[in-house]
Each structure stands twice: as C-alpha cells, then as structure tokens.
C-alpha cells in the first residue's frame, strides 16, 4: 500500500590489488538486496525527501543505483589478497614472493648492528698508553 518492495539480485566484477603483494585482482560477486520504495507523496508534509532513510520512487521509477552501491560494498573483501596464502613481498628488495618461493638473501645484518660493521678493531688498547 505504501510502495514498492524490490527484491532482487546483481552480479559484479571487481578489479582491485593484493593488500600484501599489490598484484591487479579481478573478481565478482553477487549480492542480493531487497528495499521498501515509498510513493513519493509526501513531498508536502514536514518529512524531508531528501532523507536516506527513505527510498522514495520517482514517479513511476526508482533509482538503484544507491542501493546497488552499497550492497555491492558491503561485500567487498575488506583485505583482497591475490590468493589466501600469499607471501607478500620481500623485505629484502620488493620482489613478489608468490613468484619466487625460494627467493632469498645474503643473510642480512641486522638493521640495529649495521654500522658496528663499518667500525675497525683498533690496534692498541686505550687503556694501555704505554
Ligand atoms: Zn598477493
Ligand atoms: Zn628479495
């Protein structure tokens, strides 16, 4: 009596990046929605048309348009990953590791002793001038 229930569903592809590796993911999904469009005639009372609450029809039409995006948003993956075990990146230099599993360094000298490295043994002891 008040309007126009609408049940329906839609699919869509989604394009986006890996999260851990920022490899291009393309998708799809389906979702479903379903939403009350009241007859817009209450355009003259106090209650705000332009309330998002509300769905309203337009004339004889709705626009889906809202409703599509945030169901569609809804169901987006809200950490995508290429796949669900993706290794990431190396540390190292950047490189994929789902493409090179057995990719590895030099053992890298920890970050926090690095410049000990640079430090030469000195010859004589200070504590003995001699
Ligand atoms: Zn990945
Ligand atoms: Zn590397």
New binding site residues.
């Given amino acids: 009596m008040e309007g126009v229930l609408l049940t329906g569903s839609a699919q869509a592809g989604l394009a986006g990046e890996c999260v851990r590796c920022l490899e291009p993911i393309e998708d799809e999904t389906e979702v479903r929605f379903q939403e009350l469009f009241v007859y817009d005639d209450t355009r003259d009372s106090e209650q705000n048309s332009e309330d998002d609450e509300v769905s309203m029809l337009q004339g004889d039409l709705l626009d889906l348009e809202p409703l599509l995006r945030d169901a569609v948003v809804l169901a987006l993956p809200f950490q995508p990953v290429c796949q669900d075990d993706c290794p990431g990146l190396?540390?190292?230099?950047?490189?994929r590791l789902a493409d090179d599993p057995d990719?590895?360094?030099e053992a890298a000298i920890d970050p926090r002793w690095a410049k000990l490295a640079h430090l030469e043994p000195e010859q004589d002891s200070p504590r003995d001038p001699d």
């Fill in positions: 190396c540390t190292e230099c950047g490189a990719h590895s360094h």
